[in-house]
């Protein structure tokens, strides 16, 4: 009979060995970094072109550009390059996002040679058919009033826009009008941003044959300099309740800017939201889920943007009952100013974050988008070796000291959508 | 292709074990296999709403977080409405506190009033959150009930009303973890950096002394045949009008249903597929339609569902859907079937790359009847012929055989 009172004997959690990340030189000049991980013979490619909200032409047109892609080219149709891909069972994702637009390219090794060349052949053969790209502009319409009709979904664009300032390309909301104003002529103009050099990425069972695949691939690729990159001053908003009809929920974001990951803070940083409400047993979570019973979920997390980085607290919660909720994160914040974590708690906390640091880079694609955020932020390779480091070597004082450092409320933005 | 081993308990519980020496995790899956088709129509939501008291003490822990996070360990779980799954990945020196945690729990529950109080405020704020306050979230609130007359997958797995979460007592929690809970009605796989000799030896310490009970003998009612068409018009404060069309199909196992699994995908999998091509690029109609099976172990439902571009009336959109269909019944393109068994092939090996995703396949395939299901599905899936389509489309996708539902936006 084992004795079920108390917990079985456990070790210490070691580093784990990192996946070596390869770069390879690529004859047409760019660079390919490589994780050869996983048993399985699949690949991630996955290109980050460079082109977002403060180098786009316009608000927006990245977005179109590059979801035209797939609409034609002047030998092939909408339909031939879909049922191209999804012939081979590939999965080809576009996403335009506020700092790059990502294209991710899910393939069997077997069929990965096909694939990529016809991947860089539709980057300098694109035409936007003028039918496709109408079709294209109506879904793109119809998609923004879907999503802004969404209470969490606007909340946190909106969120954004009193972080940033309405018109900072972090802050920019498009709207439906903008959306309707791209016009063809737009992206003919800008055909050559489709080729913007870009960043190279390849995960998964990766050998000769796939390196040799890309660079034949990009061989002659032209490649155009990225744009130079507007500039743009924050211009933080007040606090700000929004009223809509039919809520049965109170969306809640709360937060500020705050330091990169260059800043000597962040690993501690990291672990003091943690403990605020990065994960289940968070104290938000503890105090507003499991208590007061006020939400379904609570999470305080970071994001980390190419020109800028902030800090969100963000929640579904009770309609009648968010001041209390508000009060609520407030006192907790507090709390964790004022007093350092009791040793068990942070123990806790601690060896989640290295459990979840060894499982992070299990899976080769976890691991894919943990080097790439590394090199896309031109981090030191040790970045994660470091964060480790911080995870042995972090006291208790030091998770209230980074919660008032960058905690604190004086410059906080709160947004209410109810 | 996935290795594993298994040995059945005394008691009765299914061990799987999976090695995997490349990563220096454990992954513990456990299946239960209770989902909302054992629940009965006055006590809906109930499978979802045990799940989350699954997590707030057990007779000798307190607290099952705290402990597995202390050890490094990550968990979750999900409820659908045929299984409840609870999973844990561990370091793998650590995989021991998994054992104890999840054993404790299949033991007893500590049936804590407070614990349950708080779980139904929280699982309430989830319905809301997740089937109310959004869009559309209601949409199989309104269609299941219309699609199913007697079979339980008439209300989702949240349940049919907020009511019945709210009128939940600590003897029906009792009752439900005595019917359900106990070692020959799970399946345990064990995944990862461990030895099959350790898991055993850890399954028998931990598990072996829990008391074998006995097997629910609820019995599910079948859905009768359906045999005339089903409508319903819903109005609410959306964005854009939606339809969806609810077909009955056969059950989970065998070659039927992966005939039907191909046919949605030909329908509606991707931007090369049918419905798409027709409808939303070539003549737009929708701003976005898919066709997708349920894939539930009872007789389920091949969904089509889409949302229209405005000024498109929904009666006709609906007619040049249905007009689409028509022609798989007589003629499948050979290389359509080819791409989307390419599709089904890629799926299946992707779905390998995850620790955890093994671990759950093999719990799956062992709840169907056969864990070498997660070996042999993809054969069988390549075996299927044109004709296998045809016949396909001819028995689903007939108006007789469909519920159809209008989720209109209000007039303004």
Redesign the interface.
């Known amino acids: 009979?084992?004795d079920?009172?108390k917990?079985?004997?456990?070790?210490v959690?070691d580093l784990?060995?990192l996946p070596a990340l390869q770069t390879v030189h690529l004859p047409c000049g760019l660079d390919l970094h490589l994780l050869n991980q996983?048993?399985?013979?699949?690949v991630l490619f996955e290109m980050v072109v460079p082109l977002g909200r403060w180098e786009e032409p316009s608000a927006g047109l990245a977005y179109y550009l590059f979801k035209m892609l797939?609409e034609g080219t002047p030998t092939k149709s909408?339909?031939e390059i879909?049922?191209f891909?999804?012939?081979?069972?590939?999965?080809l994702e576009i996403t335009p996002t506020l700092d790059a637009v990502n294209i991710k390219l899910?393939?069997?090794n077997k069929f990965f040679p096909e694939l990529v060349k016809f991947l860089t052949d539709l980057l300098t053969e694109s035409s936007f058919p003028k039918r496709?790209f109408e079709?294209l502009k109506?879904?793109r319409i119809?998609?923004i009033?879907?999503q802004y009709?969404?209470?969490?979904a606007f909340a946190s664009l909106k969120f954004r826009e009193l972080l940033f300032g309405a018109e900072h390309p972090y802050g920019l909301m498009i709207s439906e009008e903008q959306a309707r104003k791209t016009q063809r002529d737009d992206l003919l103009n800008h055909k050559n941003l489709l080729c913007t050099q870009p960043l190279l990425f390849i995960t998964?069972m990766v050998g000769e044959d796939e390196i040799k695949a890309v660079e034949s691939a990009f061989e002659g690729f032209p490649q155009t300099p990225t744009p130079s990159k507007r500039t743009a001053f924050t211009n933080t908003g007040k606090s700000q309740t929004i009223t809509r009809?039919?809520?049965?929920?109170a969306s809640l974001r709360i937060g500020k800017t705050t330091i990169n990951r260059h800043h000597e803070d962040i690993h501690k940083l990291k672990v003091a939201n943690e403990l605020l409400g990065g994960?289940?047993?968070s104290r938000l979570m503890k105090n507003i889920?499991?208590?007061?019973?006020?939400?379904?979920g609570i999470h305080s997390s970071f994001l980390h943007l190419h020109h800028a980085s902030y800090w969100c607290i963000g929640s579904?919660?009770?309609r009648d009952k968010v001041t209390l909720g508000q009060e609520e994160i407030q006192k907790e914040i507090t709390k964790l100013q004022q007093s350092p974590p009791e040793q068990e708690e942070f123990?806790?906390?601690i060896?989640?974050m290295?459990?979840?640091f060894?499982?992070s880079f299990?899976?080769?694609?976890s691991a894919h988008g943990l080097i790439k955020s590394l090199k896309l932020a031109q981090l030191p390779e040790s970045y994660f070796m470091d964060f480790f480091d911080t995870l042995q070597n972090i006291k208790p004082e030091d998770i209230s000291l980074m919660a008032s450092r960058h905690f604190n409320q004086d410059d906080i933005t709160t947004l209410v959508v109810v | 292709m996935v290795d594993y081993k298994e040995h059945i308990l005394p008691n009765g519980l299914h061990l799987i074990v999976h090695e995997d020496h490349n990563t220096p995790l454990v992954c513990l899956n456990i299946l239960y296999k209770v989902g909302s088709r054992n629940e009965r129509p006055d006590k809906t939501g109930f499978a979802h709403l045990f799940e989350h008291l699954m997590f707030g003490g057990s007779k000798h822990v307190k607290n099952f977080d705290e402990p597995l996070q202390a050890v490094g360990g990550e968990n979750n779980a999900f409820t659908n409405t045929d299984i409840t799954n609870y999973y844990v990945t561990v370091p793998a020196p650590n995989a021991e506190t998994a054992f104890w945690l999840e054993s404790d729990r299949m033991l007893s529950l500590s049936f804590d009033p407070e614990v349950l109080e708080v779980q139904r405020k929280v699982v309430i704020e989830e319905f809301k959150q997740r089937y109310l306050n959004q869009p559309y979230g209601d949409v199989w609130l309104k269609l299941r009930p219309v699609a199913y007359e007697k079979h339980p997958y008439q209300w989702p797995t949240i349940g049919k009303e907020i009511s019945h979460i709210e009128e939940a007592t600590m003897d029906d929690v009792k009752s439900f973890f005595k019917t359900h809970y106990h070692p020959g009605n799970a399946v345990l796989v064990v995944a990862g950096d461990i030895t099959e000799q350790r898991a055993l030896e850890l399954t028998e310490k931990w598990f072996g002394e829990i008391p074998a009970q006995e097997m629910p003998n609820g019995q599910i009612a079948a859905e009768p045949d359906q045999l005339a068409p089903r409508k319903l018009k819903v109005t609410a404060n959306v964005p854009a009008d939606a339809l969806y069309k609810a077909y009955h199909m056969g059950g989970r196992m065998g070659k039927a249903y992966h005939a039907a699994d191909l046919l949605s995908d030909l329908l509606g999998r991707g931007k090369s597929s049918v419905l798409f091509q027709e409808l939303v690029k070539n003549k737009p109609m929708f701003s976005s339609l898919s066709a997708y099976v349920m894939g539930s172990y009872d007789p389920g439902l091949l969904v089509i569902s889409g949302k229209l571009l405005p000024g498109v009336d929904i009666e006709e959109a609906d007619r040049a859907i249905q007009a689409l269909l028509e022609p798989l019944k007589d003629q499948v393109d050979a290389d359509a079937l080819e791409k989307v068994k390419n599709q089904a092939e890629a799926t299946t090996v992707f779905a390998e790359v995850d620790l955890l995703n093994r671990a759950m396949g093999l719990a799956y395939a062992a709840f169907l009847g056969d864990t070498n299901l997660i070996n042999d599905e993809l054969e069988l899936i390549k075996s299927i012929q044109t004709e296998d389509i045809c016949a396909a489309a001819k028995t689903i996708l007939r108006e007789d055989n469909c519920t159809t539902l209008y989720y209109q936006k209000n007039e303004q």
């Open positions: 009979m084992p079920r009172t917990a079985p004997e456990s070790s959690i784990p060995n996983g048993q399985q013979p699949v797939t909408s339909e879909a049922s891909f999804d012939f081979y069972g590939s999965h899910y393939a069997l496709e079709t109506q879904i119809e998609q009033r879907q009709s969404r209470n969490n998964g009809e039919d809520s049965t929920q994960f289940f047993g889920r499991e208590e007061k019973g006020l939400t379904y579904e919660l009770l123990s806790m906390v060896n989640y290295k459990g979840k060894l499982s299990d899976s080769p694609f």
